[in-house]
């Protein structure tokens, strides 16, 4: 069984430019969740997807942050315009159907902005 | 609120066992779990526990939860230089759609 995909891995960019990534869950899987992990940090949830609903973005930043999982199946997070303190790894994670399930993360993104 | 705290860092010999400390708040936790997370890579599930149980074994790992105190632990038996990484608590928080709240992470160096 494939896992859960992401690209690209690394992307370095200057603040105030813009930044997409790109995540494919595990088929069949209808929960998608995007984490941003700070270096020394534990992952944060930025937003989770129920199929193509959002079910939580209480800590998304929204003045700069988008996502959207439009046919319920990939994702991409979006980030516009970005600063030094985005710098981190998003980290994408999914699971059948969101309960108690167990969350399979991908293997990240990770972000500089200079 | 929502936390969990794990100490920073822990340095074991080849062969000892490591045993990695956590603390949460939410009473409220159906789940609590243990990821691995290694140089580069996404977030491992090693373990995890319901929260009506005191304990769960799965070969060289041994969980202890004690809900009283709000305290979670993983022991890592025999432990190998491969067990080397930074090893996450999380409790799912409250609501119906399992948001992992996740510790700073123990990072975990075994040396010979």
């Known amino acids: 069984e494939a896992g859960v995909a992401q690209s690209p891995r690394y992307k370095i960019i200057e603040k105030r430019q813009s930044v997409a990534f790109w995540c494919n869950p595990i088929?069949?899987?209808?929960?998608l969740y995007w984490y941003q992990q700070i270096l020394g940090q534990g992952p944060k949830l930025l937003i989770q997807f129920q199929n193509n609903g959002v079910v939580d973005d209480s800590q998304l930043p929204k003045d700069r942050f988008s996502a959207e999982r439009l046919k319920g199946v990939d994702s991409t997070l979006k980030i516009q315009p970005a600063k030094l303190e985005d710098s981190a790894v998003y980290l994408c994670a999914s699971n059948q159907d969101g309960s108690t399930d167990t969350q399979y993360f991908g293997p990240g993104t990770r972000l500089t902005v200079l | 609120g929502e936390d969990v705290e794990q100490s920073l860092f822990l340095s074991v010999r080849e062969g000892d066992s490591s045993v990695i400390n956590c603390t949460y708040t939410?009473?409220?936790?159906?789940?609590l779990y243990w990821y691995k997370q290694e140089p580069g890579a996404g977030l491992q599930l090693l373990t995890y526990i319901f929260s009506n149980m005191d304990m769960k074994q799965d070969q060289r790992l041994t969980v202890l939860l004690n809900k009283k105190d709000k305290h979670l632990s993983l022991r890592i038996a025999d432990t190998q230089t491969g067990d080397s990484a930074i090893y996450f608590c999380?409790?799912?928080?409250?609501?119906?759609?399992?948001?992992?709240?996740f510790g700073a992470g123990t990072r975990l160096a075994v040396h010979p």
């Open positions: 999380a409790e799912s928080g409250s609501g119906g759609y399992n948001k992992l709240i």
């Open positions: 088929s069949g899987h209808a929960t």
């Open positions: 939410d009473s409220s936790s159906t789940y």
